[in-house]
């Protein structure tokens, strides 16, 4: 089980990135995906969820109305397109999956938010 996760850089508060996780190693359609951040100093956040089918997605609320959560299931790719950038999201991101008993993660991908 393999998470890569990308598209992270430096953007402007207003701007906006998207990200993407691609996955390998397992039946990515029959699974549950989470994006998390954390800044140091401080507990990795989930910000958004979305179900195995792609009918249900949660946000957290900081960044509910802002990020949308998405997935291609023939591609094994989830994306999180982030608009309406703030300093304050400024942090690693990750993709996440829970497969059995095992937790995966993706290795990370910075996103900076600076004028």
């Known amino acids: 089980v393999q998470l890569m996760a990308s598209g992270g850089g430096l953007v402007q508060p207003g701007g906006s990135l998207r990200l993407a996780c691609v996955a390998s190693g397992f039946r990515f359609s029959r699974y549950d995906i989470s994006w998390y951040r954390q800044v140091p100093g401080k507990e990795r956040e989930r910000i958004a969820f979305i179900s195995d089918s ?31 950038l703030k300093p304050e999201d400024t942090a690693a991101y990750y993709c996440r999956v829970v497969v ?8 990370g991908t910075q996103v900076t938010v600076s004028s």
């Open 54 to 84: 792609g009918d249900r997605t949660t946000y957290a609320d900081s960044v509910k109305g802002r990020f949308t959560i998405s997935r291609d299931n023939f591609k094994s790719i989830s994306y999180l397109q982030m608009n309406s």
């Open 100 to 107: 059995g008993v095992m937790t995966t993660w993706g290795q």
